[in-house]
């Protein structure tokens, strides 16, 4: 610059060097609010802290209209939500700005408000933010709360980190809208929601009808797209309190994309993902494919495949209602079973109902659920003449239909089966065409069912060889008690261990390299856990149970009883098991971040977990918890949650691991009382630890622990203050009641912007720790505290243990400079 060469003395001279640096500044240091007596005109725009969005002014494509909103920040127009989407502005004489009542309003030329926040209690001081989220923010500024934000009134696209949602008590609801046009971002008729059902779902709306489902949610996938693998990557999620609320969120895991969903004005729901190089947005997926994506296609009772012509086709046992429409191909009135069940009929003569099977189909609509687990779906659908249709899906459990069924359509890939119900004579019955071409195959058919015939025979020898084995070597029985006790407890919870692969000692050997001690990952409760490589170059982590104690033995056959039932994005996955003479091993998918615990007491790798990475492992963990507690439709309790026992993947989101003191619980019952108290010193609630009684509030308890331990970088049992030697959660206590909770945050993440989540956070834990059971929030009441800035949250009560002090043992492990050695000590107390 020309100024550095000369040596400025004059005052004024400095004066207008200091306002055209402000003023540059203004210009391109990015700016991103708007407050009290500022305004934007239009072509002005606001950018968000880290560019990614910007909020001003706009015209869509062909269009000289001018609208305001919030737009990627990108090279190609694309506006993710409108303000005044009904009411253009016809000219480029329009400002933005913050009204005196503290609204945020739009005015036009002649300085008419054309739309406005519409918050109708007065704010003396308020500002607009527009957040690298894309979230245009109104707060208060004399207590920081939110008092408006876009992501709360959607347009038509759905971002990271908003909230589609619905409920069904307050009747709110946060909708996506299509545009009219391309050309016109005014309300047009298609709109999409998600259904807080028995089973959530989402929807497309076209004027009120439906136009689109997605399938019913299983708590990880819509079961109804066959190409939810890329939108499951992308982390969507349902959140569902059972209680007549659910929202559907996403998290995009690579943050260096741009990515997201909009229900374009033609009622397809679009994902789009941009690309540098083309310098345009990809379509990468689409609800609507082909005909069949239409809801309801084909009518009630008619299966849609886009492969066959024509489209439509009866279920079997069905015939159209109107055979000339149908020939016409007009499918809109379906079709009708042929014959009456037999218990329509009013002589109940002849043989019992029976079902037939549609393999991989999109499930019908209106599903009823069956709540009750493990129930014989098919017996429960014959014993009510009302129930024409059953399913089974892992996840979700039984699912049932009565009236009608309606939006069937064949997947190419995957979908659950669905048995519709018939009247027998129409199960064995055979047109006679039929007839004459079964016997041209029969021949063929013959010789492929007899080599079936015959692997089978082996297969299943082979298989229940090795069942009993299994089962023998588990609870250490002989052949002739194996009948009995193995069943037992075989039966007892409906465990299907033919389900789980078995692996083969030798394989396990040679991937782990004879378990080398190289491989070894780390040393759980009952024995080893080594690293390993399948041939086909999958990775795996082995946990071995130790040959010597016999101790393992029922935490084992538990493990794989309460895991190899549960699939959820923040439950580590269990790829199969192996049993040979006295070694019984579990085979998990290999975890390339080891265990939370490693990265967040380890001085080094805690600067990796950042506070936005932490503030998603915490609710990594309470969605995995919650899936236990609630989703699963089993009831788990965890009974161990600890940091050690949370496993990071390759983009560090948790997994809950180690489910060999899992407990499940029976349908209606709440808490349970052992004798025998497993668990980790620091993690056990007073109830468990001193009487042995155990409830969900345990893992509520222990996730409390957790987050406080995420939050400080500090574990619980280890913590040293000054002189004081306090747990953590009793110095998280002091300062809480000091008013200096910030102060418990760990130091390398500290920064005074997150003060506010930190103290919601804080509160949570606190919440979570309570002494009496009663008092801490359920897992799902924990989640939506966590996720939602606008809950008032009550004041937490003291938790346990805050008056007491360390015992010497643990004094020395903290004291131990190297904190990497130092870890959780497992108790186990048998007796009272
Ligand atoms: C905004 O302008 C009005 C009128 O000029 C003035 O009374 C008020 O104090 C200003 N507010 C702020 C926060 O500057
Ligand atoms: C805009 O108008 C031009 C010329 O009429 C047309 O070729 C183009 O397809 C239009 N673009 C859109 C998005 O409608
Ligand atoms: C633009 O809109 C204003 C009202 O908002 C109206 O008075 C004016 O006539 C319009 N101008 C044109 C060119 O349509
Ligand atoms: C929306 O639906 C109404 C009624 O069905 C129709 O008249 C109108 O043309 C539709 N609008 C668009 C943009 O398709
Ligand atoms: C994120 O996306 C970029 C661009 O597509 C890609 O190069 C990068 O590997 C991705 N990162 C991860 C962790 O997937
Ligand atoms: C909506 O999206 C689908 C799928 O990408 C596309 O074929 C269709 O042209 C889009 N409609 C409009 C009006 O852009
Ligand atoms: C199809 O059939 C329905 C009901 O019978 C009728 O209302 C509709 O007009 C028909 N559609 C066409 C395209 O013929
Ligand atoms: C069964 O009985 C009811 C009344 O008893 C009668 O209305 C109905 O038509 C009968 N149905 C058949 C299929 O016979
Ligand atoms: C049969 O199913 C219907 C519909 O799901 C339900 O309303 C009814 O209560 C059931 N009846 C019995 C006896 O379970």
Redesign the pocket.
């Known amino acids: 610059m020309g100024f550095s060469h000369h040596t400025i003395s004059c005052p004024m001279l400095r004066a207008l060097l200091v306002i055209i640096c402000s003023c540059f500044l203004r210009f391109t240091a990015a700016i991103d609010t708007i407050r009290v007596n500022q305004s934007i005109r239009d072509p002005e725009t606001l950018i968000s802290y880290g560019q990614k969005f910007k909020f001003g002014f706009f015209s869509p494509v062909n269009s000289s209209y001018r609208y305001v909103g919030v737009m990627f920040n990108v090279p190609v127009i694309t506006a993710i939500w409108v303000a005044n989407r009904e009411k253009p502005l016809n000219d480029s004489t329009g400002t933005v700005e913050i009204s005196g009542d503290g609204n945020l309003v739009i005015m036009d030329g002649q300085k008419e408000i054309i739309w406005s926040s519409n918050i109708l209690s007065y704010v003396k001081d308020s500002s607009a933010v527009i957040l690298d989220t894309g979230n245009l923010v109104l707060q208060d500024n004399s207590n920081g709360r939110t008092i408006w934000q876009s992501f709360e009134h959607a347009s038509d696209s759905f971002v990271e980190k908003m909230k589609i949602s619905t409920d069904l008590r307050t009747n709110e609801k946060n909708i996506l809208t299509s545009w009219r046009s391309p050309q016109d971002p005014g309300l047009g008729n298609f709109t999409s929601t998600v259904e807080p059902l028995v089973i959530p779902q989402s929807f497309v709306w076209k004027n009120g009808y439906p136009y689109w489902r997605s399938g019913p949610w299983n708590g990880q996938i819509f079961i109804g797209m066959p190409y939810m693998k890329s939108f499951y990557k992308h982390g969507m999620d349902v959140v569902n309190d059972h209680l007549g609320s659910a929202y559907l969120i996403f998290a995009n895991l690579n943050s260096s994309v741009f990515l997201y969903y909009v229900l374009n004005s033609s009622g397809n729901l679009v994902e789009k993902l941009w690309s540098d190089e083309k310098g345009a947005w990809l379509v990468t997926w689409s609800s609507i494919v082909n005909e069949c994506d239409i809801y309801g296609r084909c009518g009630p009772f008619a299966c849609c495949n886009a492969q066959d012509e024509p489209i439509c086709t009866c279920f079997p046992g069905y015939e159209p209602i109107?055979k000339d429409?149908w020939s016409?191909e007009?499918w809109?009135?379906g079709c009708t079973r042929i014959t009456p069940l037999r218990c329509e009929r009013n002589n109940s003569a002849g043989k019992e109902d029976g079902f037939l099977k549609l393999s991989q189909v999109k499930v019908p609509d209106h599903v009823k659920w069956l709540p009750a687990p493990d129930v014989d779906c098919r017996r429960q659908c014959l014993s009510n003449c009302s129930c024409i249709a059953y399913a089974y899906y892992a996840g979700i459990g039984c699912m049932t239909w009565a009236e009608s069924l309606i939006d069937v359509q064949k997947l190419s890939d995957g979908g659950p089966d669905l048995y519709i119900r018939l009247a027998h004579s129409e199960l064995g019955d055979k047109k006679y065409w039929k007839v004459i071409t079964a016997a041209i195959v029969v021949l063929a058919f013959i010789t492929i069912l007899l080599c079936a015939h015959f692997l089978r025979k082996l297969f299943s020898q082979d298989q229940r060889k090795r069942k009993t084995e299994l089962i023998q070597s588990a609870t250490g029985k002989t052949d002739a008690e194996y009948s009995e006790v193995g069943i037992a407890k075989h039966n007892m919870h409906g465990v299907k261990l033919e389900a789980l692969p078995l692996f083969k000692l030798g394989t396990l050997s040679h991937a782990t390299r004879k378990f080398d001690s190289m491989n070894k990952l780390g040393q759980g409760g009952f024995g080893p856990v080594y690293k390993g490589k399948l041939p086909n170059g999958q990775e795996i982590a082995v946990k071995r149970m130790a040959r010597s104690s016999n101790q393992g033995v029922e935490e084992f056959m538990n493990e794989v009883e309460v895991i190899s039932k549960l699939q959820h994005r923040n439950l580590v996955r269990l790829l199969g098991c192996c049993v040979e003479h006295a070694e019984k091993m579990l085979v998990y998918e290999y975890m390339p971040n080891g265990s939370l615990d490693s990265y967040l007491f380890d001085s080094c790798k805690q600067q990796l977990l950042d506070w936005q990475t932490r503030l998603a492992i915490i609710e990594g963990i309470c969605r995995g918890l919650l899936y236990l507690h609630r989703d699963s439709r089993l009831r788990i309790i965890h009974r161990d949650l600890k940091a050690s026992n949370i496993l990071l993947d390759e983009e560090l989101n948790p997994k809950i691991s180690d489910f060999g003191m899992a407990r499940i619980f029976c349908c209606k019952e709440d808490q349970a009382n052992t004798t025998r108290v497993v668990g980790t010193y620091g993690y056990m609630p007073p109830e468990y630890a001193l009487r042995g009684i155990f409830s969900e509030k345990s893992d509520v308890y222990s996730f409390g622990v957790l987050l406080l331990e995420i939050l400080s970088g500090k574990r619980n049992t280890s913590f040293y203050h000054e002189d004081q030697q306090l747990f953590l959660i009793a110095y998280a206590w002091k300062l809480w009641n000091e008013n200096k909770i910030m102060n418990l945050i760990d130091p390398i993440i500290y920064d005074p912007r997150v003060e506010s989540d930190v103290v919601r956070y804080a509160n949570v834990g606190l919440l979570c720790i309570q002494e009496i059971a009663a008092d801490r929030p359920h897992i799902s009441a924990v989640l939506s505290m966590l996720s939602s800035e606008s809950v008032v949250l009550p004041r937490p009560k003291q938790p346990p243990f805050s008056a007491i002090q360390m015992s010497p043992e643990t004094e020395y492990s903290q004291m131990t400079p190297d904190l990497c050695s130092v870890k959780d000590v497992a108790v186990t107390i048998v007796g009272r």
């Open positions: 109107n429409e016409a007009n809109t009135s």
